[in-house]
């Protein structure tokens, strides 16, 4: 199974920016499809973000246009760029993946907190 590994979490005043990274230890070309999702403290995990591997994304609601989700085929990346971050952005967020092109099963990665603070 790929294993994901989340980074670029951290402090961040409200209003700022952060870029998150989600490593996998194969191709993400084989990996379809790829989603952040995150989960604030005593609430349930949702998604943030989704793209497939031809390129279609899929934004929560009312988050796009704030999030930017693109696939770095290079480096096996699947980035997250956060703009504009509120108080309530804050939370741990998850990469996960579904791989053998999207017919094998679901890998998570540890997580990586996000904090906005005002």
């Known amino acids: 199974q790929v294993q994901l590994v989340e980074s670029g979490g951290g402090l961040v005043q409200a209003g700022g920016s952060l870029r998150l990274s989600c490593a996998a230890s194969?191709?993400?070309?084989?990996?379809?499809?790829v989603g952040w999702y995150r989960q604030g403290l005593g609430k349930e995990r949702e998604l943030v973000a989704s793209i497939t591997a031809g390129g279609n994304t899929n934004y929560g609601e009312s988050l796009k246009g704030r999030f930017t989700i693109a696939r770095d085929n290079a480096r096996n990346t699947v980035i997250l760029q956060m703009i504009d971050l509120k108080l309530e952005d804050t939370a741990v967020y998850y990469c996960?993946?579904?791989?053998?092109?999207?017919?094998?099963?679901?890998?998570w990665g540890q997580g990586t907190q996000v904090t906005v603070s005002s």
């Open positions: 194969e191709s993400i070309t084989t990996l379809n499809p």
């Open positions: 996960k993946a579904r791989d053998k092109y999207g017919f094998g099963t679901d890998a």
